[in-house]
């Protein structure tokens, strides 16, 4: 194998841990960004480091936003009964390009996993079902990724919810989302079709 420079290996390392970059990908990235203009690198790093020091989790609904509460929370020409229920900020960004969904949103910050040490204790389940408490809400959607994790933290609020209220009406996306699936990665016209036939949670 040809070496590498220290630095140029410490770059690569780190390309590795962010979300889907593998080996090959972390070199096409790196010998990209070395053939960059300074100016342009200066203003990539400038842009992390503005992001990683304004950005934060609104203290309402957990999307990320440099304004707490984030613009979302405090958009008065939202339905303040409806509140769509996802695993990160990602899939608010998914679901807000389906523009006929105009409700709120609560980031729970992951999904059970007990494999991996994820209990209710470690998500924003406790602050959701305050906001259910303190809120005009009448309608939760839970939107987490169809795959069994996300099943199973889905039954798991439907119950804290049921056990905390039984005026409220808990759904899940419907029609359109493939098993596995991944919301952030869905078209719009999945999420729409997905959206508009949402189903009650039994």
């Known amino acids: 194998?040809?070496?590498?420079?220290?630095?140029?290996e410490k770059l690569l390392?780190?390309?590795?841990t962010l979300p889907s970059v593998g080996p090959k990908m972390s070199e096409r990235i790196a010998f990209h960004l070395l053939r960059l203009p300074e100016d342009q690198i200066r203003e990539f790093i400038s842009a992390v480091q503005e992001t990683y020091?304004?950005?934060r989790p609104c203290s309402i609904c957990g999307y990320w936003d440099d304004d707490s509460p984030c613009r979302i929370?405090?958009?008065d020409s939202r339905d303040k009964s409806v509140l769509c229920v996802v695993e990160g900020s990602q899939d608010i960004q998914a679901i807000g390009r389906v523009r006929k969904f105009n409700g709120l949103f609560h980031v729970l910050g992951g999904i059970l996993s007990p494999l991996d040490g994820v209990g209710p204790q470690d998500?924003?389940?406790?602050?959701?079902?305050r906001r259910l408490e303190n809120e005009p809400i009448g309608e939760v959607i839970l939107a987490l990724n169809p795959d069994m994790e996300g099943e199973?933290?889905?039954?798991?609020i439907a119950k804290r919810i049921q056990a905390l209220s039984q005026r409220i009406k808990i759904t899940r996306p419907a029609?359109?989302?493939p098993v596995g699936?991944?919301?952030?990665?869905?078209?719009e016209l999945t999420l729409t079709r997905a959206l508009e036939g949402r189903r009650d949670v039994s």
């Open 53 to 55: 020091r304004t950005v």
């Open 181 to 187: 699936g991944e919301l952030e990665y869905m078209d």
């Open 152 to 156: 199973t933290t889905c039954q798991y």
């Open 123 to 129: 998500l924003e389940i406790d602050s959701l079902l």
């Open 1 to 8: 194998m040809i070496p590498l420079p220290p630095s140029f």
């Open 13 to 16: 390392a780190l390309l590795r």
């Open 175 to 177: 029609q359109g989302l």
């Open 73 to 75: 929370c405090g958009d």
